[in-house]
C-alpha cells in the first residue's frame, strides 16, 4: 500500500536522487494536510461550530492548496512551492482585514509573526536556490508585519529592540529578521557542504574506477531496475573492467550500458541463471558457476552498493578446483584402504575439533560427518569429564609425543558406542585416533555414568542459568523472538497471529519502558536533567493521559477517573511540562500495574493559593509499611523474586520522586493492603492563569 502511493506521489517526476523523492512527497504531505485543515475550519464556520470564523482566510488556503497540488500533478514542484508567497494573503484575513480577522487586529501582531515564521524553514528544506526564494519570502514577511503595524496604529511601537508589551519579547521585525538569517546562514552552509561533499564524491569514484580496472579479477557493475511496486524487474550493465572483458572474451563496447537479456546469453549461455542469481535471491553474496563453454570455474562475490545497483567481482578458481579434484581424489583411494580395517580413524586439533574421520560402514555404527566434522570433542555426546579427560590427551599427545590411550563413548544415531581410542601426535597442530569398538563389553557401565553425569551436569547448568540471566530482559525477549517465529508460521490463522502482534507489542512496550528508564537514570546521574519552565495547561494534560489510558485500560476490569477542580479550559501553571508528564505517567504506570481490577482516579487540586496538590488514587494490592519507606529506592520492587508476578524495573518510582524534587515538590503515599493507595505531591503554583473557575 504504501510503495503505490510512493509511486504514484513520484511518478510525475523524473527524479535521481532520494533526496528529490523526499521533497516531493513532503510537498505533497504538507499541502494535503493543509487543505484538508482549511477545508474543515470552513465548514466547522459555515455550520456555526466555529466561533472566530474566517471564511475568506480558509477560502484562500484551500485555493492555495489546490493550485498547489495541480502543480505537483503536473510536474511543477517549484510551482507549487511558489504558491507559498501567497500564504500573506491568508494571513491578511486571519489576522490583519478589519472585517474579517478572528481577534482584534492589535492582539493579532504575535499570530501575523508566529505563522510567517515556519515559511523559512519549508523554503529551506523544500526549495531549491533557497537563497533566492529566503530574501524575496524575507521581503514578502516584512512588508506584511509592516502592514499589519500599520493597520493596528502600532507602527510607533515597533522602532525598539524589545517589544513594550508582553505578547512579545522582540520587536516583531527583529523576530522575522532573525528567522530570516537563521534560515538563510544554514542553507548558504548546505550548498558549501553539498559542493564539499560532490567534490569529495567525485575523487573517490575516480580513485575507485582506476582500482576497479586495475583489478586482475573481473568486475561486473549492474543497474537493478525495478516496477511500479519496487519489485526487481531488469538488468542493465553499468560498467566492467578489462579483466572481466578477457575472461568471458567480450569487448568493452559489447557490454556498456546494454541490457542484460542481450549481452549474458552469449557471456554465459545456459550455465548461469543469472536472473534468479541477480534479480530473486536475496542472499547473493557469494556462488560458484561453471561455464561450460569456457570449460573454467568462476567464484562470485556480490555487494549492493546503492539499492538500484549490484556490483559482482568474479575469481577464476579453475585451478584451485582442480586441485581440489586431485586431492578428493587421493583421499577416495585413501579412504578406502582405511575402511578395510574394522578399526575407526579420526583426526583431531589441538583445540579438540574432529577435521575428518574414516568408519567402515556397519550396521552397528552408523556415524554421519555432520556429526563430528567441525564438532568440537565437548559437543558429541561426550561426559564433561570424559571431555575433558580426551582433551587433555590430545595435548600430552602433541606436547610429549607419545601415544595416550583411553576409553569413551560416542553417541551415535543408534545409540552410545564404546571405544577404546589411542591418541598419537600427527603434527604440531593435530592427532590422530584409532578407535576400536569395545561396546558390548563397557556400554552397560558408561551409560550408568554418563546418567550421573548429566544429571550433575544438568543441575549445575540450571543453578548457572537462573543465577545469571536476568528475568526482566529475558522474558520480554523470548516472548517477542517466539511470537515473531510463530507469526511466520502457516499452522496459525490471521486471529491467532493478530494476538501474537499485540503480545510482541506488549513485551516490546515493556523493553521499551525498562530501556527508557534506565536512559533516564543515567540522565538523572550524569546531572543532565533541566527543568524547562513554561506555561502548561493543565486540563490539556489531563485530559491527554485521561484518553490515553482509558483506551489501554478499555479491555480490562479497571475504571479510570479523571477530577479536575478547576474545569475552565485557560488554568494552567508555569513550570516544566515534560517533567511534570512523566511524573503523572509513572505513578499512573504504578497503579495500572498493581490494579487488577476496581478504579484508578487521578487529578489535581488547589492545595492554597500558592500550591497546586497532583493525585493517583486506585484500588490495588496496597503496600505495607516497611515496603513504603523503600519504594522510592532505585531498582526496589514490592517482590524481588525473579518469578514475580508484577514486572518492571523498579526504576518508574524513583525517576519519578527525582523529577517531583526538580519541580519543587515531593512524592508522597499513603496505602493500606488489599485497599490500595494514593500517591500524591505538591508544586509551586507560579504565573497561574484561569484560577476563576466555571460554575454551572
Not at 557542504?193 to 567525485?202: F, G
Not at 569429564?385 to 569413551?408: G, L, P
Not at 546521574?525 to 489531563?542: A, R, Y
Not at 523529577?659 to 500517591?679: A, C, N, P, Q, R
Request: include cysteine.
Amino acid at each position: 500500500m504504501l510503495k503505490a502511493i510512493y509511486h504514484f506521489i513520484t511518478k510525475p517526476y523524473l527524479l535521481e536522487s532520494g533526496e528529490d523523492k523526499r521533497k516531493a512527497i513532503g510537498l505533497h504531505i504538507l499541502l494535503t494536510l493543509g487543505l484538508i485543515y482549511a477545508f474543515a475550519d470552513l465548514m466547522l464556520s459555515l455550520t456555526g461550530y466555529q466561533i472566530n470564523a474566517c471564511i475568506p482566510g480558509d477560502a484562500t488556503l484551500i485555493t492555495l492548496g489546490l493550485i498547489g497540488l495541480y502543480c505537483l500533478r503536473n510536474a511543477r514542484p517549484q510551482c507549487a512551492i511558489n504558491t507559498f508567497f501567497l500564504f500573506p494573503v491568508a494571513i491578511y484575513f486571519f489576522f490583519i482585514s478589519l472585517q474579517y480577522a478572528i481577534l482584534p487586529i492589535k492582539s493579532t501582531i504575535p499570530y501575523t509573526v508566529w505563522s510567517l515564521i515556519p515559511g523559512f524553514l519549508f523554503l529551506l528544506l523544500l526549495s531549491r536556490k533557497s537563497e533566492q526564494k529566503l530574501l524575496f519570502y524575507f521581503g514578502i514577511s516584512i512588508i506584511t508585519v509592516v502592514f499589519h503595524l500599520y493597520r493596528a496604529e502600532r507602527l510607533g511601537e515597533a522602532t525598539g529592540i524589545y517589544w513594550p508589551t508582553e505578547e512579545l519579547i522582540l520587536n516583531p521585525l527583529i523576530i522575522i529578521l532573525l528567522a530570516f538569517t537563521a534560515a538563510f546562514l544554514a542553507s548558504i552552509n548546505f550548498e558549501l557542504n553539498i559542493k564539499e561533499l560532490r567534490t569529495k564524491v567525485l575523487e573517490t569514484d575516480q580513485q575507485i574506477n582506476k582500482t576497479v580496472k586495475s583489478f586482475q579479477q573481473g568486475v561486473l557493475l549492474l543497474e537493478l531496475r525495478r516496477d511500479e511496486m519496487d519489485n526487481p524487474s531488469g538488468l542493465k550493465i553499468l560498467k566492467t573492467n578489462p579483466a572481466f572483458q578477457k575472461m568471458f572474451n567480450v569487448s568493452a563496447r559489447e557490454l556498456h550500458q546494454i541490457d542484460a537479456d542481450v549481452v549474458f546469453p552469449k557471456v554465459f549461455r545456459d550455465s548461469f541463471d543469472w536472473n534468479k542469481y541477480y534479480l530473486h535471491t536475496k542472499n547473493r553474496q557469494r556462488t560458484e558457476i561453471y561455464i561450460e563453454h569456457l570449460d573454467k570455474w568462476f567464484e562470485i562475490f556480490s555487494l549492493q552498493p546503492a539499492n538500484n545497483q549490484i556490483a559482482s567481482i568474479f575469481y577464476d578458481i579453475t585451478h584451485q578446483r582442480q586441485i581440489i579434484g586431485s586431492l578428493q581424489e587421493s583421499r577416495k583411494r585413501y579412504k578406502v584402504l582405511l575402511e578395510a580395517i574394522p578399526d575407526i580413524f579420526f583426526i583431531i586439533d589441538k583445540d579438540g575439533i574432529y577435521v575428518d574421520f574414516v568408519i567402515k560402514e556397519s550396521e552397528l555404527i552408523q556415524i554421519s560427518p555432520d556429526d563430528i566434522v567441525g564438532n568440537s570433542i565437548f559437543e558429541v555426546g561426550f561426559s564433561e569429564k570424559m571431555s575433558r579427560k580426551i582433551f587433555q590427551c590430545v595435548q600430552d599427545a602433541i606436547n610429549r609425543d607419545t601415544i595416550e590411550t583411553i576409553e569413551y563413548a560416542l553417541e551415535v544415531e543408534k545409540g552410545t558406542a564404546m571405544f577404546e581410542m589411542r591418541i598419537a601426535r600427527l603434527d604440531d597442530n593435530s592427532v590422530i585416533s584409532i578407535a576400536r569398538d569395545i561396546t558390548k563389553r563397557k556400554i552397560a557401565e558408561i551409560r550408568l555414568e554418563e546418567a550421573k553425569l548429566k544429571a550433575e551436569e544438568a543441575d549445575q547448568l540450571k543453578s548457572a542459568f537462573l543465577a545469571n540471566i536476568s528475568h526482566e530482559i529475558r522474558t520480554p525477549m523470548n516472548a517477542i523472538i517466539g511470537f515473531s517465529k510463530m507469526i511466520g508460521s502457516p499452522d496459525f490463522d490471521m486471529e491467532e497471529k493478530n494476538r501474537f502482534i499485540e503480545i510482541i507489542t506488549s513485551n516490546g512496550k515493556l523493553l521499551m519502558e525498562m530501556i527508557n528508564d534506565m536512559i533516564s537514570l543515567s540522565k538523572i546521574e550524569s546531572h543532565q536533567v533541566t527543568v524547562k519552565e513554561g506555561f502548561c495547561k493543565i486540563n490539556d494534560l489531563m485530559v491527554e493521559l485521561y484518553r490515553e489510558y482509558s483506551f489501554d485500560l478499555a479491555s480490562k476490569p479497571t475504571r479510570i477517573k479523571l477530577s479536575n477542580q478547576n474545569a475552565n479550559p485557560k488554568f494552567g501553571v508555569t513550570t516544566d511540562k515534560y517533567l511534570l508528564n512523566e511524573i503523572l505517567r509513572k505513578l499512573l504506570d504504578n497503579a495500572v500495574k498493581f490494579t487488577n481490577e476496581g478504579e484508578i482516579e487521578f487529578g489535581y487540586k488547589m492545595e492554597s493559593k500558592d500550591t497546586i496538590q497532583f493525585f493517583v488514587r486506585d484500588t490495588g494490592i496496597g503496600i505495607n509499611e516497611e515496603q513504603i519507606i523503600r519504594i522510592f529506592e532505585r531498582f526496589h520492587q514490592i517482590d524481588n523474586k525473579t518469578t514475580r508476578k508484577y514486572e518492571g524495573s523498579g526504576l518508574g518510582l524513583a525517576i519519578a520522586q527525582h523529577y517531583t524534587v526538580l519541580l519543587g515538590g515531593k512524592i508522597e503515599v499513603k496505602s493500606e493492603i488489599d485497599k490500595g493507595s494514593i500517591f500524591h505531591f505538591s508544586i509551586p503554583f507560579k504565573n497561574g492563569d484561569g484560577t476563576l473557575q466555571i460554575v454551572r
